[in-house]
């Protein structure tokens, strides 16, 4: 066993510009984040950017051209809101990635000198509120916040913050809640609530400022099966008290217009396959469409009442990772697919914000595959190396985390590396995936983890026969719940795997509950039915602990010490049971949470990766 604190040497041959392999220059690629704006300054905006080789917030003076770097971490920042004057910004300070602190405050243009501060001019934003995790934020016009905070003490509590004045408690549960939004003119909050006990299908409650129920809408109730409801936002007009609510009714995510004053729900007629979100455009007359399908997706404008089919907002064929329509009509929008490097565009065909630094390289575009499995025909997106044309080829099946996400045709760093070093890469939206419909996303039921690698196996067996993978150099790979699905189908497909990776993942299924945060242990007794001590049989059988004896191939694992996801003691558990029967394994154990914000630190972990699969596999 090797416990790893240095980086290693790549002594792979792959492709370069200049001294420096293109798979590198791709991480350290200056990146930015679709801008946000201030709803009453939209030439106030805030980022993310890893110009320093940290991933940081940076405040934008669209007016000016002016750009000012906001926070300044040993391990990144990426959580901010601009008030909606744009003369403030809040971030949230953590310690290394744990996830857990408070809400700071800064001047939109800095200034001020705080003792202790992290940045010139920062301040408690809400003093009086203990440290905690987020869950949720909203800020209103008069300074007014209304403050979400998850703990393992007191479960979900809700403040409203004014200035000047204590915080008031205006909401307390046991199970997972979040703000959802303010109202424009402050006299109502949104929220999301799972009190029903599923954390994956949340109810709706609207209040005012001082708790007091306006109305009710909860689809978990009274049919079949438990359908989810999740807040996209009120409209952005005085007086106006109509939220935009996404649904599950028909079987998908789509959008529909509740006014929780009056009483009304307002269906709307998008006939378009896949799930559908949407947001306001600023002056409320119509909606901003961003479609996703079959790994993709579009972006639409359509007008509710107007009786009129929406109308395409023109992209490239890829992702859209983010869009948001300007006071003008203009969308800007974050682009990119798995052979294009994302961009910041606008429909005015400029580029939005264009970060100096050299660009980076260009990947292989993904292949789409369909592979009928138990539970259906399984998508699965498949890279293969510009050379030699034929395999086999080594191939690295790298699962996505969630597990309530999916793989797109979007740009990704990792994947891209591992082509460029001769390797076919697979990621398989498996059952529990989103974008597939509620029905495949809610398959994930009791036999956590089984399920998903039951289509992982379906997707194995094409790549082998069709030609692509080579049977022998095949290693399954992942992060999260991605690392999660990585051990246990080394122990419970010990014969089809000759390599594993997994990075920041659940090991020991038991430990890994009483030691993560709160509204994580919700969602595992939803996936499983109850508590490790309710239904011990169904957290048994879904641990890699419990396989750990049969695992055959070489293991590496990275770890976040300070992760609260997938916290560090149960990766422990699992790795001493690999080092009593001197197992063939790996450890890197690195001082962040889950995962890096840090570039080069990134990079070491994908070098380190690279070279246990070459020393291994040959």
Known sequence: MTEITGSTTDSVPVRTTGSVPEWEQRFRAPRVSLPDWAEDAPDRALFVSNATGTYELYAWDRATGEQRQVTDRPNGTTDGVLTP????????????????????RQPFHGGGSGEGSTWKGDEPAAPGLEASYPAGLAIGRDGTAVVGRSTDEDGTTIHVVRPGTPPVEIYRHRESAGVGDLSYDGTLIALEHTEHGDAMHSAL?????????????????????????????????????RLLVGHQ??????????????????????????????????????????????????????????????????????????????????VEYLWSSAAQPPVVRSTTGAVVLDPPGTKAPASVPVEDVW???????????????????????????????????????????????????GYAVVRVNYRGSTGYGRAWTDALKHRVGLIELEDIAAVREWAVKSGLADPEKLVLAGGSWGGYLTLLGLGTQPDDWALGLAAVPVADYVTAYHDEMEALKAMDRTLLGGTPEEVPERFEASSPLTYVDAVRAPVYISAGVNDPRCPIRQVENYVDRLKDRQAVHEVYRYDAGHGSLVVEERIKQVRLELDFARRHLG
Do not use: C
């Not at 004057?85 to 700071?104: H, K, L, P, Q, S």
């Open 85 to 104: 004057d744009g003369e403030a910004i809040w971030w949230f300070n953590d310690t290394d990635g744990d996830e857990f602190g408070v809400w700071m």
């Open 249 to 330: 009714r028909r079987g998908r995510w789509e959008p529909m217009i509740w006014d929780p004053v009056a009483g009304t729900e307002t269906d709307l007629a998008i006939d378009l396959p896949g799930d559908v979100g949407a947001e306001w455009y600023p002056d409320g007359s119509a909606l901003l469409i961003v479609h996703g399908f079959e790994a993709r997706s579009d972006m639409w404008r359509y007008e509710p009442g107007a009786g009129s089919a929406p109308v395409r907002v023109e992209t490239p064929a890829g992702s859209v990772s983010g869009a948001t329509a300007r006071p003008d009509g203009t």
């Open 371 to 421: 592979v009928d499995g138990p539970g259906g025909r399984i998508h699965a997106l498949v890279q293969r190396p510009a050379a030699p044309a034929d395999g086999p080829f080594p191939t690295v099946f790298e699962i996505h985390g969630g597990p309530t996400w999916h793989d797109s045709d979007a740009f990704a760093s990792g994947p891209a590396a591992w082509v460029d070093h």
């Open 205 to 241: 409650r609207v209040v005012r400022p001082d708790g007091s129920t306006v109305a009710e809408l909860d689809d978990t109730k009274g049919g079949t099966q438990e359908l989810g409801l999740t807040v996209l936002g009120f409209a952005p007009v005085a007086g106006d008290t």
